[in-house]
């Protein structure tokens, strides 16, 4: 998840702008996704289904995309993008991390 971390630094620490890919924006979203279906699992316990994990975790990245989206002035097209992809890495990152 490190590599997820790094992204979510750059995105955070850059300036507003419209340069950032949609790659980057959604290996942030993927991170600020891992956290806090980390600190939802510790709230709430286990989802009963992976696919409701999976579903939780997807939602939890398509929020981080919109978040990080409305503050670093990306357009519709690159919100799409970023949010399809976060939910590849969201994927990833649960069958890595969390399903055991």
């Known amino acids: 998840m490190s590599k997820f971390f790094e992204s979510f630094n750059q ?21 600020e996704a891992a956290k806090a ?12 289904s992976h696919a409701k994990a999976k579903e ?12 990080l989206i409305e503050t670093k002035g990306l357009d519709f097209i690159d919100k799409e993008k970023a949010k399809h992809q976060a ?9 890595e991390e969390f399903s055991s």
Do not use: C, M, Q, W
Request: glycine share 4%; aromatic share 8%.
């Open 37 to 48: 279906y980390e600190k939802h699992v510790e709230k709430n316990g286990k989802p009963d």
């Open 56 to 67: 939780i975790f997807a939602a939890l990245a398509g929020a981080a995309v919109d978040r």
């Open 11 to 31: 995105v955070n620490d850059s300036p507003h702008k419209a340069e950032l890919s949609h790659e980057l924006i959604a290996a942030a979203a993927s991170y």
């Open 87 to 95: 939910k590849k890495h969201t994927e990833d990152i649960y069958v």
